[in-house]
């Protein structure tokens, strides 16, 4: 289930990326929404997951957990990797194929 969970919230971030661009969020700002998606995403996989006995983590020997489905503690690692693929997004958005572009609707 964690590549499915990870690939559709990096796939969301993504998306929020974008949006949140165009509106003129700064960076800062950015990667702390990207956060809270995160964690809201982890934690909401988890509650969904747990139901059915189908939860492969358990963070609940962590001091700042919640329900043991999210770890506060994480902040750290996961703050730097959103700050990343804020980075790598406009890196990989602003590429080009010669002759296309990757913002064009194709018909």
Known sequence: FSFFIYGVCSYLVERMYVRLKEVGIPFKVRIFI??????SWEFSCGLVLRQFDACSWDYSHYQFNIM????????????????????????????????????????
């Open 34 to 39: 990207y956060l809270v998606v995160l964690y």
């Open 68 to 107: 043991g489905l999210i770890t506060l503690e994480y902040a750290i690692f996961w703050l730097p990797l959103c700050a990343w693929n804020d980075v790598l997004y406009k890196y990989l958005l602003s590429l080009k194929l010669p002759g296309h572009s990757i913002h064009e609707k194709s018909t």
